[in-house]
Nanobody
Framework: RLRPVESGGGSVQAGGSLTLTCTLS????????MGWYRQAPGKECEPVSQ?????????GAAVKGRFNSSLRTSDSEATVTLQMDRLKPDDTALYYC?????????????????WGQGTQVTVSS
C-alpha cells in the first residue's frame, strides 16, 4: 500500500516549536483529506488536524490556536505540514499522518488510503 514519508519530529523544551511534514507520492488527493493523529503512551489516540484541498479545516481542542496545518497538492503528490508552536509536555506523543476519506474528529476513522509509521515528538518541561 501507499506509505507517506513523515519527518520533523524531535525533542524540544516547553514553549518551543517543531514542524512536521508528511509527503505522499504517487497519490492524487482530489477531494479527500490529509490529517495528523497522535498517540501518547497510556492515552487514547487523539485527532490533531485534518485538511482538504477544498478548504476544510479541523483542529483538536487541545491544539487549536497553537498548531497550524497546511496542504500542498499536485496530480501525483500531496504534502501536509503541521506547525506546532508553544509546545507543552502534554503534546509528547507519536504523531501519525493519514490520507483518504477521513472522518473528522476521530482517529484512523473513515476510509484510509494511506497512513504513516509515526514520528516522535517529545516536549520536556
Amino acid at each position: 500500500r501507499l506509505r507517506p514519508v513523515e519527518s520533523g519530529g524531535g525533542s524540544v523544551q516547553a514553549g518551543g516549536s517543531l514542524t512536521l511534514t508528511c509527503t505522499l507520492s504517487g497519490y492524487s488527493l482530489g477531494n479527500r483529506y490529509m490529517g495528523w493523529y497522535r498517540q501518547a503512551p497510556g492515552k487514547e489516540c487523539e485527532p490533531v488536524s485534518q485538511l482538504s484541498a477544498g478548504g476544510y479545516e479541523y483542529y483538536g481542542a487541545a491544539v487549536k490556536g497553537r498548531f497550524n496545518s497546511s496542504l500542498r497538492t499536485s496530480d501525483s503528490e500531496a504534502t501536509v505540514t503541521l506547525q506546532m508552536d508553544r509546545l507543552k509536555p502534554d503534546d509528547t506523543a507519536l504523531y501519525y499522518c493519514a490520507a483518504g476519506w477521513l472522518t473528522g474528529g476521530a482517529c484512523f476513522a473513515g476510509t484510509l488510503d494511506a497512513w504513516g509509521q509515526g514520528t516522535q515528538v517529545t516536549v520536556s518541561s
